[in-house]
């Protein structure tokens, strides 16, 4: 399985980016996904996850209203639309698959297979 992630950019304060994930392998749709972020100096944290069917999805409270996240199976692509972007959302963002199917995962420890990252930067 291998995870292409794109979309990221400089961006100002209040502006928006669509992040998109790109899986390979035929078995995308059994599988939740998940997008994490990583800052210079502290760890890497959850954004969001959605789950095999898209039907259920789950935000840390930092984005809540703010990022949406969406898949779509069909083209085995998870994406990740952001809004209202903030300074403090500068950070090198993951995709990520989960282990099982269910939008449950909310660390690291639950996703098996990564992508590259890509950064966005938001300017004040």
């Known amino acids: 399985v291998q995870l292409q992630a794109s979309g990221g950019g400089l961006v100002q304060a209040g502006g928006s980016l669509r992040l998109t994930c790109a899986a390979s392998?035929?078995?995308?749709?059994?599988?939740?996904m998940g997008w994490f972020r990583q800052s210079p100096g502290k760890e890497r944290e959850f954004v969001a996850t959605?789950?095999?069917?898209?039907?259920?999805?789950y935000y840390a409270d930092s984005v809540k209203g703010r990022f949406t996240i969406s898949r779509d199976n069909a083209k085995n692509t998870v994406y990740l639309q952001m809004s209202s972007l903030k300074p403090e959302d500068t950070a090198v963002y993951y995709c990520?698959?989960?282990?099982?199917?269910?939008?449950?995962?909310?660390?690291?420890?639950?996703?098996?297979?990564w992508g590259q990252g890509t950064l966005v930067t938001v300017s004040s």
């Open positions: 392998g035929r078995t995308f749709s059994n599988y939740a």
């Open positions: 959605i789950s095999s069917s898209g039907g259920s999805t």
């Open positions: 990520a698959r989960a282990r099982g199917s269910g939008a449950y995962g909310l660390t690291a420890r639950a996703y098996d297979y």
